[in-house]
């Protein structure tokens, strides 16, 4: 019987840790970008809605290499998402590319943009491809079962403005 009491006093130390525990992850799962679907009166919806109906969709293209592009920590995403309400990609300084990931890098002959990207779920693939006349397309590959398009803006080193964006997600179930 001793010990059964020794056990239990133990184990209510840690409920308190636990509790602590639990609010901290929902709270890092709050500010992941790739949970928001909206930012102010700007969804995520609207955004695929806006580039994912376009005709244009091509098998053709020259692939953007991934070392050319970037994804936004989960800090700079309402930042991001407010900066695109209006446009679809936004040219960038160098100073300002880097105060949304740290990790960029401008590659020569290049300029970097801020452009709209969308996502399921946050594992997967960015497949991004350029088509004549300077239309970009952003395709996200996502793994699991959400399908609901959510945020996920990404910083691109290009040659040239985008003249148009089409933007598609995939899910695997």
Same mark, same amino acid.
């Given at each position: 019987? /001793?010990?059964?009491?020794?056990?239990?006093?133990?184990?209510? +130390?840690?409920?308190?840790? !636990?509790?602590?525990?639990?609010?901290?992850?929902?709270?890092?799962? +709050?500010?992941?970008?790739?949970?928001?679907?909206?930012?102010?009166? @700007?969804?995520?919806?609207?955004?695929?809605?806006?580039?994912?109906?376009? *005709? +244009?969709?091509?098998?053709?293209?020259?692939?953007?290499?991934?070392? !050319? $592009?970037?994804?936004?920590?989960?800090?700079?995403?309402?930042?991001?998402?407010?900066?695109?309400?209006?446009?679809?990609?936004?040219?960038? @300084?160098?100073?300002?590319?880097?105060?949304?990931?740290?990790?960029?890098?401008? +590659?020569?002959?290049?300029? *970097? $943009?801020?452009? /709209?990207?969308?996502?399921?779920?946050?594992?997967?693939?960015? /497949?991004?491809? &350029?088509?004549?006349?300077?239309?970009?397309?952003?395709?996200?590959?996502? &793994?699991?079962?959400?399908? @609901?398009? /959510?945020?996920? *803006?990404?910083?691109?080193?290009?040659?040239?403005?985008?003249?148009?964006?089409?933007?598609?997600?995939?899910?695997?179930?």
């Amino acid at each position: 019987m /001793r010990k059964w009491g020794h056990m239990l006093k133990n184990s209510i +130390k840690f409920i308190p840790l !636990l509790f602590l525990y639990s609010c901290a992850s929902t709270s890092v799962v +709050k500010d992941n970008p790739n949970v928001y679907e909206s930012v102010g009166e @700007t969804t995520a919806l609207s955004w695929f809605k806006e580039h994912s109906d376009n *005709p +244009k969709w091509s098998v053709e293209g020259k692939e953007i290499a991934k070392e !050319l $592009y970037y994804e936004l920590g989960p800090n700079k995403l309402a930042f991001a998402v407010r900066a695109l309400n209006k446009i679809p990609f936004k040219k960038l @300084t160098f100073k300002e590319a880097k105060s949304f990931n740290n990790h960029f890098e401008i +590659k020569p002959n290049k300029q *970097p $943009y801020l452009v /709209r990207g969308l996502v399921a779920n946050s594992t997967g693939e960015y /497949r991004l491809k &350029l088509q004549k006349g300077n239309i970009l397309e952003i395709h996200h590959e996502s &793994l699991g079962g959400n399908s @609901t398009p /959510r945020f996920s *803006p990404l910083i691109i080193n290009l040659s040239n403005e985008p003249k148009e964006l089409i933007l598609g997600v995939s899910t695997a179930i």
